[in-house]
């Protein structure tokens, strides 16, 4: 299950107190220092349970966090300080595999023989050695190219509430992105419900994706501890690819809300004073800590999309305004739109990327972006004038504003590969330059040969000139 650098014991002591996840462990000698694993034995026939140390109590006792189910632990129960911190496993035999937080595998494989074992906490990369993000990841999806591109080697999120479309959206990133993408792609699963697991591993099996796939998980089901865990664990194994083997990394995480609730869960456990809106008061902190280790150094990149779940639709809320500050591209997705059936919901107004700029994509994609957002904004203005008076009172000049933006909210609507099953509709992937072009010619027409209606669910528009003939 767990692999040690040094098997030396340092201390033997007692359980004290259980209080649901959380151990209270007395030591004889002195307590061993944080983030240090302890094995609590249960009893004969009873495997041990590891506990990851979060305080120092005393100079001889400690308070951990259980990463296994406590049943059958009984109050005295012998635990072991094995001097060492918890390990993941790291090499190339990964690919292809779904495996824990402790590298046993979940895909119904052999055991894994790992070409080496590294401690799951560790420090970001100095800011001498990172090197800055200057090149677009192109996704093959419309909105997210033109209107907040993401950087290769950064840090990108996809906000929004429940049923939106993130998981939906994550899949079809790893569906258009794995195949063409040169370097490996790791999935983290934080809090993932084994449904969404299941079908993520199975669709890239049938992607034909899988081989340079690695797929972890800390489940549903799973403790606190292992949820809050498996996003340090899953960093180290794209570490590794990065500085040992200099490959570049697609960091795929869903979802970093849940990271943030195994702290809250574990932070109260602790014993911790909570803090704005009930969420644990070292929140910026451990926030920080996983998201300063995703950086780009000479060696490669590591390039991180992360699904946020933003709870009741409240884009000020604690947890979602600490993960904006560490993010490089911001993609907000609407429940407006999904209600509207405008898939995907993203926001072309709310969304946001630090590489929108001439310098780095060009003049003319700056441009476009920004007339097609110009374009979405003043017919947003328009809305209430409509709805009140009729698209009949409006100027000639508003009037194609409006048409253009309908058609333009349609033309970024994409059929996913991933929902082909569903929708009867085959999966679109469209290029930087087959967007710029479709944008191009909606934003310059004077007026439109064809309805609304044949803009949805469309690739290009060399797509829709062919299907009407």
Known sequence: MQRNARETTVSHGRVTAIRGAVVDVAFNGNAPPIHSLLTVHRGEGAPPVPVEVQSLTGARSVRGLALEAMRGMPLGAAATATGDALHAPVGPTLLGRMIDLFGRPLDGGAPLEPEGWRPIHADPPPLSARRPAEEIFETGIKAIDLLCPIPRGAKAGLFGGAGVGKTVLIT??????????????????????????????????????????????????????????????????????RDTRRRDVLLLVDNIFRFVQAGAEVSGQLGR??????YQPTLATEIAALEERIASTEAGAITSIQAVYVPADDFTDPAATH???????????????????????????????????????GARHVRVARAVRQTLAEYEE???????????????????TVMRARRLERFLTQPFFTTEAFTGKPGRAVTLEETLEGCEAILGAERFDHAEADYYMIGTLEEMESRNG
Request: aromatic content about 6%; overall charge negative; hydrophobic content about 45%.
């Open 382 to 400: 328009l809305k209430d004038i409509i709805a009140m008076l009729g698209i009949e009172e409006l100027a000639s000049a508003d009037r194609l």
């Open 273 to 278: 004073m909570p803090s704005r809106v009930g």
């Open 323 to 361: 993960i904006f500050g560490h993010l490089t591209a911001s993609i907000v997705l609407s429940r407006k739109r999904a209600s509207e059936g405008l898939y995907p919901a993203i926001d072309p107004l709310r969304s946001v990327s630090s590489l929108l700029s001439p310098a780095v994509v």
């Open 172 to 241: 079809e990133l790893i569906h258009n992105t794995a195949a063409g993408h040169g370097g490996v792609s790791l999935f983290c699963g934080i809090g993932e419900r084994s449904r969404e697991a299941e079908e993520l591993w199975r669709e890239m099996r049938e992607a034909g994706v899988l081989n340079r796939t690695i797929l972890m998980f800390g489940q549903m089901n799973e403790s606190p501890g292992v949820r809050f865990l498996i996003g340090h664990a899953a960093l180290t194994v794209a570490e590794y690819f």
